[in-house]
């Protein structure tokens, strides 16, 4: 099997243009896109290394999903989750998302369970943390 099998989900407003920015500033690759109808973003895959995320556009429909998810927008710009992705070069990482206008919560730093790293928010409040420490290893 290649790839993760645990693969965090989110929601834009503007899932285009997130698409795009998440490319842009942390690296990740176009798996699949599929446009809704009306524009939107229906179901997308990005990719960067093994890892996958999959994000939509965050449209109210009126189903089941609308009632038990919210964007950070939608709850006073606080998050419920937070991803962090294990990159090779955090300074570099940290130079390519600062120049793209990630929103820097805590700073590019050494961290005390090893490596170094930092945490952002994309254009839209999702926090993101990236950093060299790789847990897989470090359990070895």
């Known amino acids: 099997m290649a790839g993760s ?14 698409v795009d920015w998440l490319c842009r500033a942390f690296g990740f690759e176009k798996h699949a896109v599929h446009v809704a109808p009306n524009g939107g973003i229906a179901h997308a895959e990005l990719t960067l290394g093994d890892g996958m995320i ?23 710009g606080r998050s419920t ?13 940290f130079r390519c998302a600062t120049s793209a206008g990630a929103e820097i919560v ?21 926090l993101w943390s990236f950093g060299s420490y790789d847990p897989w290893l470090a359990a070895e």
């Not at 099998?5 to 997130?18: E, F, G, K, M, T």
């Not at 989750?81 to 990482?93: F, G, K, R, S």
């Open 106 to 126: 805590f700073p590019l730093e050494p961290k005390r369970h090893g490596g170094s790293g930092y945490t952002c928010r994309d254009p839209e409040g999702n």
């Open 54 to 76: 999959m994000l939509g556009s965050a449209v109210k429909q009126g189903g089941r999903y609308d009632e038990i998810a919210a964007t950070p927008r939608e709850v006073g």
């Open 5 to 18: 099998r645990v693969i965090s989900c989110l929601r834009y407003h503007d899932a285009p243009a997130a």
């Open 81 to 93: 989750q937070q991803i962090y992705v294990v990159v090779a070069d955090p300074e570099l990482h």
